[in-house]
């Protein structure tokens, strides 16, 4: 079991927008502003998407968007494109000994 | 450009030991907190553990503690995992990431990783 939690699909229609959410607790989440969102395609090696919960390296496209509301944060693409989809995590700094913790991953599917 | 190749994956039966390596080049390693994670087949990541820049700092996920450990060789910009009493719940893909400065905080570059395979 994760320490944060995803769903598992979302999907959506080209031009669309989607959501997908991430829940921890206020020792992860909800108490730092430490969240990132990683990109994953099919044996293919995870790509950072959003650092510090709402900022876009460069070179990723500004349809990308982070946010966090309490124990929640939440990765928006907006227009979706047929090469979004891909498998999505979030991860966040926590405050146990472990350092750092994923979310179970969420598939995106472009109808 | 910022490259990170792991090596050192393969077959191994249970309770053995691999040595996986991560070597880096295109930035200055020794600047770097790095990290291992790890996928299992068909499942999600899974951080493992990280290093600070001088060796300093080390963690672990509490599902390797006492079984794996992490390692760096600044001056050969190199990165190491030295994992024993191997279980078959360690089959996984293991990549090895940077961390964006100025915390341990976000992996801001992977490796294409090495497939780690724990079987009898």
């Known amino acids: 079991q994760s320490a944060l939690t995803q769903p598992a699909s979302v999907s959506g229609s080209p031009g669309q927008s989607i959501t997908i959410s991430c829940t921890g607790t206020?020792?992860?989440?909800?108490?730092?502003?430490?969240v990132s969102w990683y990109q994953q395609h099919p044996g293919k090696a995870p790509k950072l998407m959003i650092y510090?919960?709402?900022n876009r390296p460069s070179g990723v496209s500004n349809r990308f968007s982070g946010s966090k509301s309490g124990n929640t944060a939440s990765l928006t693409i907006s227009g979706l494109q047929a090469e979004d989809e891909a498998d999505y995590y979030c991860s966040s700094y926590t405050s146990s000994s472990t350092l750092r913790v994923f979310g179970g991953g969420t598939k995106l599917t472009v109808l | 450009e910022v490259q990170l190749v792991e090596s050192g994956g393969g077959l191994v039966k249970p309770g053995g030991s691999l040595r996986l390596s991560c070597a880096a080049s295109?930035?200055?390693?020794?600047?770097?907190?790095m990290n291992w994670v790890r996928q299992a087949p068909g499942k999600g990541l899974e951080w493992v553990s990280s290093i600070s820049s001088s060796s300093s700092y080390i963690y672990y996920a509490d599902s390797v503690k006492g079984r794996f450990t992490i390692s760096r060789d600044n001056a050969k910009n190199s990165l190491y995992l030295q994992m024993n009493s191997l279980r078959a719940e360690d089959t996984a893909v293991y990549y090895c990431a940077r961390d964006r400065p100025p915390s341990m905080t976000t992996l801001d570059y992977w490796g294409q990783g090495t497939l780690v395979t724990v079987s009898s």
């Open positions: 295109g930035f200055t390693f020794s600047s770097y907190s």
């Open positions: 206020s020792s992860d989440v909800g108490g730092y502003n430490y």
């Open positions: 510090d919960v709402s």
